[in-house]
């Protein structure tokens, strides 16, 4: 075979052999997984779920859709069977024999039908706004728990790069002392700043701990770090078509319900009549053939008097209460929308300055690292413009993280949930 063959054999097997392998590598590589970015609205829903208001729904609509086709049915109790019978065996034994068997069928009041179809129709209502009362009310423990952890994440994030710039510094002046161009009693002051970030980190990690305790005993998940979850501030709410506030719904159901429940007690004023449809089979002794009655009868009740003025009373108090709490309720949501409002605007304004004097802070803490290099600046000056510095870039992410909570918190005045 030519020598220039064979090398171009070879390098064929070399191109099929790298070939085989990218193929290979390509096959088996598997794209990593994006990264789950939760939110306020991902911890509302895990929370929800585990919630008893959510395991019970489905059985409360069962109730009301059992007491709809309670109130829909013909009699407002089943029928009843109802048998009796007479002998003289005991007695004189002369053949005398009777026995009846009729239905009882209970009658309804009236007015007890209808109210009872009004009052089953303000039930089912009322279950559905105690639902969104509870989601909401939920969604305040919530957000105020996420908002706690984020501003204790913050606080971590600011401790953490106060230590590591103290360390930097203090491993700067230990290198400057060693040389003789610092005295011993600024290596000591450095070290002591670090000492005071350590101090500080510590307990802010603490502090996130607890916070994230209590977002864990929430939601119920597995959350680690703030990277799983940033601080993403919820967006505005609309300017219009708002819906009503679920705590305004709840308390003009439950006064619906306690009018329509004074509405049926006061038709339930007796007993249900009771319609008896029987018929009886009788003889006297033995020698007479038996006889075969119907028997049809209306039983009437009399008034139930104090017993059901007292329920009609009671109901009657229910529906004022009712109408009074949603009178409060309603002025201390406007006043709660009003306060939200302002806030906001506060907190933008703020903000805003709070980001200004950080960029400040951080272009004059360079000027002072310079100075102090080139021996212009003495320590003490060094260490106030580093405070003053993560102290401007603390009150910068503090007032990040206010003005996201301050509008979660007007999103909760206005009865919206997480999004």
Do not use: C
């Not at 029928?79 to 009729?102: K, Q, S």
């Not at 996130?208 to 919820?234: F, N, Y």
């Amino acid at each position: 075979m030519h020598p220039s063959t064979r090398v171009t054999i070879r390098m064929r097997q070399a191109l099929l052999a790298v070939a085989m392998v990218s193929l290979h590598a390509g096959l088996w590589a598997q794209p990593s997984p994006a990264p789950v970015v939760l939110g306020v609205k991902d911890l509302f829903d895990a929370a929800w779920a585990r919630q008893p208001e959510a395991l019970a729904l489905q059985a409360r609509r069962e109730s009301v859709q059992a007491q709809r086709r309670a109130a829909s049915a013909w009699t407002p109790e089943p029928p009843a069977l109802e048998a009796a019978t007479r002998t003289d065996r005991l007695t004189g034994n002369n053949g005398g024999r009777e026995l009846e068997v009729g239905v009882v069928v209970p009658l309804w009041l009236p007015g007890e039908r209808s109210g009872s179809s009004v009052l089953a129709d303000a039930e089912a209502a009322a279950v559905e706004s105690r639902v969104e009362a509870a989601r909401l009310r939920l969604a305040a423990a919530v957000r105020e728990a996420w908002w706690s952890w984020q501003r204790a994440g913050a606080e971590v994030e600011i401790a953490r790069a106060q230590l590591e710039s103290a360390r930097q510094l203090a491993t700067d002046v230990g290198r400057r002392a060693k040389a003789g161009e610092l005295a011993r009693a600024d290596r000591h002051q450095a070290d002591g700043a670090v000492a005071a970030a350590e101090a500080s980190l510590a307990q802010s990690q603490a502090a996130a701990t607890a916070a994230l305790q209590q977002v864990r005993a929430l939601s119920g998940m597995a959350i680690t770090t703030l990277r799983d979850a940033p601080a993403l501030p919820e967006p505005l709410p609309p300017s219009s078509g708002l819906p009503d506030h679920p705590a305004l719904t709840e308390l003009q159901d439950r006064a619906i319900v306690a009018e329509r429940s004074a509405e049926l007690a006061s038709a339930q004023s007796r007993a249900n009549p009771e319609l008896l449809l029987a018929t009886t089979r009788e003889r006297a002794n033995s020698t007479e053939a038996y006889q075969q009655t119907i028997t049809l009868a209306v039983r009437i009740p009399f008034g139930g008097g104090s017993r059901y003025e007292g329920k009609v009373a009671k109901a009657r108090a229910d529906a004022a209460e009712a109408q009074a709490q949603l009178a409060l309720d309603r002025a201390q949501l406007h006043s709660d929308r009003e306060a939200a409002v302002a806030r906001v605007e506060a907190l933008r304004v703020q903000l805003a300055a709070a980001e200004r004097r950080a960029a400040l802070a951080r272009e004059t803490r360079g000027f002072f690292e310079k100075s102090f290099r080139l021996g212009e600046t003495d320590l003490p000056t060094r260490l106030r413009i580093e405070s003053e510095a993560t102290e401007a870039e603390r009150q910068a992410a503090r007032s990040r993280i206010e003005l996201a909570a301050a509008i979660s918190a007007w999103r909760q005045a206005l009865g919206l949930l997480p999004q």
